[in-house]
């Protein structure tokens, strides 16, 4: 069983920082590669950032440069520092495994975390 708990989130100003964090299943966190997710209001949920478990890190372009995301292996956690935020960053924040979502009736996510950029 696949757990996921995000947190993390808030109300930030434009321009500001938050850090989630998402503890994961110690049976899933060290073999797989983890991601970060996003769905915004009326939007399909995308993928934001992804990192491996060498620590290969990769970014959509919208975030590039911004975020930054880090795992601890210690705590089965990963992280996404988001810096800089913008209004097009408000969304429910959510982490999960991008090799499982590829495999046929795997549909678990988390609760998400929500991020709201505004002034």
């Known amino acids: 069983q696949v757990q996921l708990v995000e947190s993390g989130g808030g109300l930030v100003q434009p321009g500001g920082s938050l850090r989630l964090s998402c503890a994961t299943s110690g049976s899933i966190f060290n073999i797989y590669t983890m991601g970060w997710y996003r769905q915004a209001p009326g939007k399909q949920r995308e993928r934001v950032a992804t990192i491996t478990t060498s620590g290969t890190t990769n970014y959509a372009d919208s975030v590039k440069g911004r975020f930054i995301i880090s795992r601890d292996d210690t705590k089965n956690t990963v992280y996404l520092q988001m810096n800089d935020l913008k209004p097009e960053d408000t969304a429910v924040y959510y982490c999960?495994?991008?090799?499982?979502?590829?495999?046929?009736?795997?549909?678990?996510w988390g609760q998400g975390t929500q991020v709201t950029v505004s002034s």
């Open positions: 999960n495994v991008p090799f499982l979502l590829l495999q046929r009736g795997y549909n678990t």
